[in-house]
């Protein structure tokens, strides 16, 4: 008898991880990478006034566990109340809390085929089913996930508005309308780490006391703090409370705390952001064409480029870009692993991408 | 039917927090405490190489989910490699992981009665079934410890060392021969978190490989990086892996990875900040035995005082302190909670509190 008698349900886990990082990557290239265009980080960087929040942080003390100032600066800026909003270590350490909180052994729970890799992560974790839908023409497919909820009684839905990888949307009115399909008993994730970059009306207008969904946003994406580790969600208070049962009251970092709280304060910034971000996708676009490739349209920091052949020429193009320093990623499932998906850049990144595409697709073809 | 279905479990935990921060408490006052001597943190601050790093961290980059270098530079600190390091948000974080592998519903799980509330929260939230065992002279009784374990078969045993809230501890050598008493199949959970100010021997010698434990260290305290949740844990790399299997693999920042590491090489400045808490120990002592009451010998950053009656006396003389502006805690369980508990703190916080006492404990013989 060993004294390391893990539950059944962690001997049956895997010990794969769901995303290998960019640094693991680097070293064992032995070569840091000349454009990091593969997590979907924002390379524009936060307020400057962000920066110096974080800087001026007295280490020493613990972060607020309730993260007070910030849920009542959120609060204001989407005009509900604190009690709406639980602050969490990113989206992925709610998605976790969410799927412990709802999810036992057995539990069914649905999502696209090829959609975020986390959340299946976590409802594996606690024991959960997955059932898998298709994406619709390199879209979600909301209908067809509600859908496919009642089938199987589940008690999640998770769908990312804009998505990931694939960077395609839907209206937010069109959302509020396939919602009238939701099953009772069915929550929605409705993961928005991308909204911030979205045209106007992606996001659904609906009441923050609507007991059908949860709402994800995150601080790593246009605001450009990823490493401070920030993120929020938006439900009825009967379920902001019950995160209270289970998540690491201490987790949130101060100086994350502080550093987001500036952040969304700098809307000038966050204007600027945009535009860097929305002639970045343009650029992309343009490189992909000049290419041959066809750039699908985007509403998130990233734009997927279809390599009009199979996933294994997409993922020869990926590694011919790798080997060549840039960093970018692909999606996971046919078809939609047809692409590769590119990052916003700052010019010199996307000038190292346009540089090293040509000799990637080359080497693709004669493979 | 609600969209909210919580699992049966969920539903079954208290909303209840470990503890209130400090800061609820400041805002509940209206006011900003003098002297923030009730966490434990550390007032003398990290090495300033360590703020030094932290403020030129490039924020829009995830961290590392490996924290390859920091575990690097642990493993050579530490004399072991880095397979027998995880990195987490904080002790807290990782006593979630840890629990979360180990304890299924229903399954034993022992500590002190009056120990850690935060390793009985996360016992509690999957379903863990905690034996406690008293106190011994206010310390931790390791052989009473795992007599309990065995006789309920436990998967898991808490013990820190020193030990919060008393300030208490073990010599090595002792642990390692109480160790010879813990049964087959229970884990010893060793929390060091105050290890670094103990005396020299206070950490048990055994190799890393060891698999009766796993110790966890953390730089919340003596390294003064409370805000940055840098925790880690010690053991054998079967143990390690594991954790693999359920940890947000992108939960750490990326600046509390760098402040870390440069805290770490700072060897100087924890040699200052020992100096600085030895001598903030005594003023404590010096402070208590003038007001008639006995302090506790401490290996921590913190001292308890015996205030020499019972737990409601206690309590007032904490409500009088806090009132006027001290913030301290207290044990949870008698007899210990005849105690307050007051962290090191500056000259200025010690003289703030050196001036409340008096008029607190008059409060209290009034009451």
Same mark, same amino acid.
């Given at each position: 008898m060993t004294h390391i008698r893990l539950t059944s349900l962690a001997q049956s886990?895997?010990?794969?991880?769901p995303f290998v990082g960019p640094e693991t990557q680097e070293r064992a290239a032995g070569r840091v990478f000349d454009?990091?265009? @593969? #997590?979907?980080?924002?390379?524009?960087?936060?307020?400057p006034r962000a920066t110096e929040a974080m800087a001026a942080t007295q280490q020493w003390m613990y972060g607020d566990p309730e993260s007070y100032d910030l849920r009542q600066a959120l609060a204001a800026h989407h005009g509900i109340?604190?009690?709406?909003i639980i602050v969490g270590e990113g989206i992925d350490g709610l998605l976790g809390y969410l799927v412990r909180l709802?999810?036992?052994?057995g539990d069914a729970v649905v999502t696209s085929d @090829? #959609?975020?890799p986390t959340f299946n992560y976590h409802v594996a974790g606690f024991g959960g089913v997955l059932h898998k839908v298709p994406y619709r023409g390199d879209h979600e497919d909301p209908r067809a996930l509600f859908a496919e909820a009642a089938e199987v009684d589940a008690k999640l839905v998770y769908l990312a508005n804009p998505d990931n990888p694939m960077g395609s949307w839907h209206s937010g009115a069109d959302l509020v309308k396939a919602m009238?399909?939701?099953?009772?008993?069915c929550l929605l994730v409705l993961d928005?780490?991308?909204?911030?970059?979205?045209?106007?009306?992606?996001a659904p207008v609906l009441?923050?006391?609507?007991?059908?969904l949860i709402r994800m946003r995150t601080f790593s994406k246009v605001y450009g703090?990823?490493?401070?580790r920030v993120g929020y969600a938006i439900a009825a208070p009967e379920l902001i409370t019950a995160f209270g049962k289970v998540?690491?009251?201490?987790?949130?970092?101060r100086a994350g705390q502080a550093g987001a709280l500036a952040a969304l304060e700098d809307t000038d910034w966050l204007a600027h952001v945009k535009t860097q971000i929305a002639t970045a996708r343009d650029r992309i676009a343009e490189i992909a064409s000049d290419n041959g490739l066809t750039p699908l349209p985007s509403a998130a920091n990233f734009v997927a480029i279809d390599?009009?052949?199979d996933g294994a020429f997409a993922k020869a193009v990926l590694d011919g870009l790798v080997a060549r320093g840039i960093f970018v990623r692909m999606p996971?499932?046919?078809?939609?692993?047809?692409c590769i998906r590119v990052s916003c850049g700052t010019p010199a990144d996307l000038n190292a991408f346009a540089a090293a595409l040509p000799l990637a697709l080359a080497d693709a073809e004669k493979a």
């Open positions: 886990l895997p010990s794969t991880v454009a990091r265009l @593969g #997590a979907n980080e924002n390379v524009f960087g936060p307020s109340t604190p009690d709406h709802m999810v036992a052994q @090829g #959609a975020y009238e399909t939701l099953p009772e008993g928005e780490a991308y909204v911030d970059c979205a045209p106007d009306g992606t009441d923050a006391d609507d007991p059908r703090l990823a490493g401070a998540r690491n009251h201490f987790g949130m970092n390599c009009g052949r996971f499932v046919a078809p939609q692993n047809r």
